[in-house]
């Protein structure tokens, strides 16, 4: 069940926002805040709406912990490296609260959600005051309050339907980019996956709203707007609209921007919306199409509803429509069961449809998914030596593609310094590629045509075409 917070409560919560403030102004320095963001996308745009709520309640920020009135983490549960992490940060943060006892400690997302994760904090932690779940985000400033006047831990984790806030501040992290969800949760259940059960069922916000925030976001200067879901192909499925649907209307904004969009399902990659993606001239060259393993046999153990026969067909309409584009993909090795024969399948797969470049994965058991009643028999040796064999194909592979970038012009966004080189600048072509070349600080955040030179394996270097 979708649960749409009503505007009445979200000012409410508006109200607890400015007690918060109240108690502070008292202070002579500014509140601050301490907010580190683990995980997706999704999570980083969660991560904006905290801080815009903590900016409205008077605090600034911190790139760090010590010092700070409130830390929170906004945690992701997706593997279980991600998982140590979060406790690991939380450990040390036991000193920071010795030297400090009134800095209130705050641990929400998609970790929170597992009752085993709360008990294990309830227990643990104990210097964790606030716990706070993926529906209770907009409440934030009244457990804030609630902390500050009766200095008790607080567990707020509801379990009942799915929430859409709409109407939150949001403290963009960037200027030139900007995170839209477009919809939340999943109702997939890929075996291996804990985003269903800590996310909850699908639900879409209302086309009127998105258009509303992208917008907002182009007219305050934002270039490179993210549309965010973890099927954003079944956008709109509830509410009698589509994707296509939605990409069109984006489209037809007025100003100079760019839509991109993260993740597509391939089970719901159709026709239409490739040709869809085809006709919008703001939409990137860029599909994130996540195959996850190339054979049949362990495409449906993990459920993900298509074949490599499907996914290949998929790749090959994308590349007769839109010849110019990028493929990136995600690939999990080791899936319980998986066999050297399946992982053979996956590399074929890889050496066939050639990626510009890949996020890999190395399957990690999370509690409570189907996954979790399979045999695997695998060592975690072996299945290192297979991620390794993986990578090392996809270097070739990702090389090879750079180049043929070399010697084409793009209208490219300028998204700031060079990461590796402060003397140049970097931006991101129409396929979402990285491309660094020289030019004036003024340019960022601007669009300029720029001749690719040279290729090297993580990014492509060019030169300014005026
Ligand atoms: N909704 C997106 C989709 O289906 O494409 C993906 C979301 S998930 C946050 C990002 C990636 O993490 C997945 O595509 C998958 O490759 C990987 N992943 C998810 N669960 C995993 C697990 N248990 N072990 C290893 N990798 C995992
Ligand atoms: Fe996880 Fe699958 Fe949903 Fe993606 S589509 S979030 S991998 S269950
Ligand atoms: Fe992690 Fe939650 Fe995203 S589990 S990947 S932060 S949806």
Redesign the pocket.
């Known amino acids: 069940m979708t649960i749409r917070i009503t505007p009445e409560e979200i000012l409410r919560q508006r109200e607890f926002s400015q007690k918060v403030r109240d108690i502070f102004s008292a202070r002579e320095e500014l509140p601050l805040a301490h907010v580190h963001t683990f995980g ?1 996308q999704q999570n980083v745009s969660d991560g904006e709406k905290i801080k815009g709520m903590l900016s409205e309640m008077g605090f600034g920020f911190s790139d760090s912990p010590e010092n700070t009135d409130i830390v929170i983490f906004n945690t992701c549960a ?2 279980e490296n991600a998982e140590d992490r979060v406790f690991g940060n939380l450990g040390a943060l036991k000193h920071d609260k010795a030297k400090n006892p009134d800095m209130i400690i705050a641990v929400c997302g998609c970790m929170v959600e597992q009752e085993h994760i709360v008990e294990r904090i309830k227990k643990s932690f104990p210097h964790v005051d606030i716990v706070f779940g993926t529906n209770a985000l907009h409440t934030l400033p009244e457990l804030i309050y609630r902390e500050l006047n009766e200095k008790k831990r607080i567990f707020s984790v509801p379990k009942e339907g799915g929430v859409i806030a709409e109407g939150l501040p949001i403290s963009r992290e960037s200027v030139i980019s900007a995170n839209v969800p477009i919809m939340y949760g ?1 109702n ?1 259940f ?1 075996s ?4 269903p059960y800590v996310r909850g069922r699908e639900r879409s916000r209302e086309k009127s709203e998105i258009i509303k925030q992208v917008k907002q976001a182009v007219e305050s200067g934002a270039k490179d707007i993210w549309l965010l879901g ?2 954003v192909n079944s956008y709109g499925k509830e509410l009698g609209t589509n994707f296509a649907e939605l990409l069109r209307a984006i489209n037809s904004l007025s100003g100079e921007f760019r839509i991109s969009y993260m ?3 391939p089970k719901d990659a159709t026709k239409e919306l490739i040709d869809a993606i085809a006709e919008c001239e703001k939409v990137t060259r860029h599909f994130h199409l ?1 195959v ?1 393993s190339g054979s049949d046999r362990v495409l449906k153990l993990m459920n993900r509803h298509y074949t490599r026969e499907n996914y290949l067909e998929i790749v090959e309409y994308i590349r007769e429509k839109i010849p110019d584009c990028s493929l990136t993909s ?3 090795v080791g899936f319980p069961g998986e066999t050297y024969d399946d992982f053979k399948e996956t590399l074929s797969l890889v050496e066939r449809v050639k990626f510009d470049s890949l ?1 890999t ?6 509690k409570g ?1 189907k ?1 979790e009643e399979l045999p695997d028999p695998v060592t975690a040796e072996e299945k290192g030596k297979w991620f390794r064999e993986l990578l090392a194909l996809q270097e070739k592979i990702g090389t090879d593609m750079y180049e043929k970038y070399v010697g084409q012009t793009f209208r490219v966004l300028c998204m700031g310094e060079g990461r590796t080189d402060a003397s140049l600048l970097t931006g991101k072509t129409p396929q979402n590629v990285i491309v660094d070349f020289a030019g004036e600080k003024e340019l960022i955040g601007s669009f300029v045509n720029v001749r690719i030179d040279k290729a090297l394996n993580w990014a492509l270097l060019g030169t300014i075409i005026r």
Not at 361 to 366: P, T, V, Y
């Open positions: 997706c997706v593997r999943c997939n890929c291996y996956c804990i985003v973890q099927n993740s597509s399902h996540p996850q995600d690939i999990i996020f994965f190395i399957f990690s058991l999370r998914t996954a």
